[in-house]
């Protein structure tokens, strides 16, 4: 069994989290969500570098086996840095799966909504750049979209207005297929339903992102026990804003049955 750290700006890692104890219930996770600091998406590369890596370093010093960085916006920024210093330890980042998008596309239009700083990164661009041509992608920043799910309101009226502007452009290109490039906006999910209508696909790259977690912890020995023991791990919530809301968010957020397993919450320190 292992000890895996997910981390996020806030609450938008939660969506990786729940398919971890979809895919991998056994284990035990710290689920840090750095809320005081949310929304990461319009700070300077600089800042997000050096914030991600000190909250990577706090959980490799509190037993962490292995890391999920559940922000598209810290892994695009940082995930370089991070595996830099913190060599030893499996890291698992979150990309905007523009990939899978362009496979399922049938009209070869995909909308790529993500934060600012995920569409204007190196990684991020590296990556359009090795897809074929064929595929066109509009590209839309979420400004503002990650403070309303923080605060609760995924469904509220300021959201739907908010996307719907956000959308109009990808609606207007005839987009068969949105990514959601940032983990905060599979909790949006309704209301894009609500205005796009259930014909558009939506991707969203959790699952994949916790084949390639289960697959770095059998490289590094750590058995997945067989389906037949029903052992399930604890889940530990850290906040550097306030641990009983996020685990409140958690109960509402999720879709897993967190009841089975031990869970607690804490406020974050202060890091170095
Ligand atoms: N959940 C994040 C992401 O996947 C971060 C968004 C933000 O804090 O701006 O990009």
Redesign the pocket.
């Known amino acids: 069994m292992a000890l895996i750290g997910v981390f ?3 609450v ?2 939660l969506s990786i989290l729940d398919e971890a104890l979809r895919q991998l219930p056994e284990h035990d996770y710290i689920y840090l969500a750095d809320s005081a ?7 300077s590369s600089e800042w997000i570098a050096q914030r991600s890596l000190s909250i990577c370093k706090h959980l490799v010093d509190v037993g962490c086996d292995a890391i999920v960085v ?7 920024k940082a995930i370089a840095h991070i595996r830099n210093e913190l060599p030893n330890t499996p890291m698992v980042g ?1 990309e905007p799966g523009i990939k899978p998008a362009a496979m399922r596309s049938e009209n070869g239009i995909v909308g790529v909504l ?2 600012q ?2 569409l204007n990164s190196d990684k991020f661009n590296a990556l359009l750049a090795t897809l074929p041509n064929h595929c066109r992608f509009i590209k839309q920043a979420g400004a503002g979209l ?1 403070p309303l799910i923080e605060s609760g309101h995924a469904n509220s009226e300021d959201t739907l207005e908010l996307l719907a502007k956000y959308l109009e452009p990808i609606q207007d290109a005839g987009a068969d297929t949105l990514v959601l ?5 599979p909790f949006l999910r309704k209301a894009i339903r609500k205005l796009l209508g259930d014909s558009i696909t939506l991707i969203d790259t959790s699952e994949a992102v916790i084949r390639q977690l289960k697959r770095q912890l059998e490289n590094q020995g750590v058995k997945t026990p067989d389906k037949s023991s029903d052992h399930h791990g604890s889940v530990h919530f850290v906040s550097s804003k306030d641990e009983l809301k996020l685990l409140a968010m958690a109960q509402e957020l999720m879709h897993s049955d967190l009841e089975s397993h031990a869970v607690d919450a804490a406020l974050l320190g202060s890091l170095q």
């Open positions: 996020d700006s806030g938008g890692g600091n949310a929304p990461y998406g319009e700070k559940a922000c598209n916006t810290a892994t695009a979150v993500a934060t700083a995920t990650v490039g940032c983990t905060h906006y």
